[in-house]
């Protein structure tokens, strides 16, 4: 059970980094090594900070409030991501942290390590949130972080490289990036749900 947790927190901190891939590998932007190797590690900081605060709230909480207060974490962590993938729908978002996707500044279509250290930043949001969480669950921090880390640079990839036949494909009214965000919140759901068991 324990790494279908560590399992469920690696898939749901990098999915993300698939749709930003996906959008990437349309334009034609590149991700090389040392830029993805850079994002993978900052979300493996990322997770660890949110790790350590989540072992910290968990050991000033007494008797079983740790996984109570894990189970409204997760479940407004899972929900918080799901109306994500819904206002992805309706409106276009601006932002750069919230369009990393548009992180390729000098339009030199690939990602310098300046701007890879920014889309890092932006990508690893999810993994500090869900560090916290995995954390009031007492789940082992290199374990979970190692794995989010290595999530974070595998989707990245896979997402470049499928991005030109994917591109136009759509689950229902959503894109499969937007799709991958909404099952990202569903699994944060399911893992706070386990909390009450």
């Given at each position: 059970?324990?790494?279908?947790?560590?399992?469920?927190?690696?898939?749901?901190?990098?999915?993300?980094?698939?749709?930003?891939?996906?959008?990437?590998?349309?334009?034609?932007?590149?991700?090389?090594?040392?830029?993805?190797?850079?994002?993978?590690?900052?979300?493996?900081?990322?997770?660890?900070?949110?790790?350590?605060?989540?072992?910290?709230?968990?050991?000033?909480?007494?008797?079983?409030?740790?996984?109570?207060?894990?189970?409204?974490?997760?479940?407004?962590?899972?929900?918080?991501i799901m109306m994500i993938a819904f206002?992805?729908?309706?409106?276009?978002?601006?932002?750069?942290?919230?369009?990393?996707?548009?992180?390729?500044?000098?339009?030199?279509?690939?990602?310098?390590?300046?701007?890879?250290?920014?889309?890092?930043?932006?990508?690893?949001?999810?993994?500090?949130?869900?560090?916290?969480?995995?954390?009031?669950?007492?789940?082992?921090?290199?374990?979970?972080?190692?794995?989010?880390?290595?999530?974070?640079?595998?989707?990245?990839?896979?997402?470049?490289?499928?991005?030109?036949?994917?591109?136009?494909?759509?689950?229902?009214?959503?894109?499969?990036?937007?799709?991958?965000?909404?099952?990202?919140?569903?699994?944060?759901?399911?893992?706070?749900?386990?909390?009450?068991?």
């Amino acid at each position: 059970m324990t790494w279908l947790l560590i399992l469920g927190f690696a898939i749901s901190s990098s999915i993300d980094n698939f749709g930003v891939g996906l959008s990437y590998g349309v334009q034609k932007v590149r991700v090389p090594i040392v830029s993805n190797l850079l994002i993978a590690v900052i979300c493996f900081i990322f997770s660890i900070v949110g790790i350590i605060s989540g072992v910290w709230i968990a050991e000033l909480l007494p008797g079983s409030w740790p996984d109570i207060v894990a189970f409204a974490v997760l479940s407004l962590i899972g929900i918080r991501i799901m109306m994500i993938a819904f206002r992805q729908q309706n409106r276009s978002r601006s932002s750069v942290l919230s369009e990393p996707e548009k992180m390729d500044f000098d339009k030199s279509s690939h990602i310098s390590l300046g701007e890879a250290l920014l889309l890092g930043v932006a990508l690893s949001a999810n993994a500090l949130t869900n560090g916290v969480g995995a954390g009031l669950l007492e789940l082992s921090a290199v374990a979970i972080a190692f794995s989010a880390a290595v999530g974070s640079y595998v989707t990245l990839w896979a997402g470049v490289e499928l991005g030109n036949r994917l591109s136009n494909f759509h689950i229902g009214k959503m894109t499969v990036g937007q799709f991958g965000t909404f099952m990202s919140g569903i699994i944060i759901l399911l893992i706070a749900i386990t909390r009450l068991f």
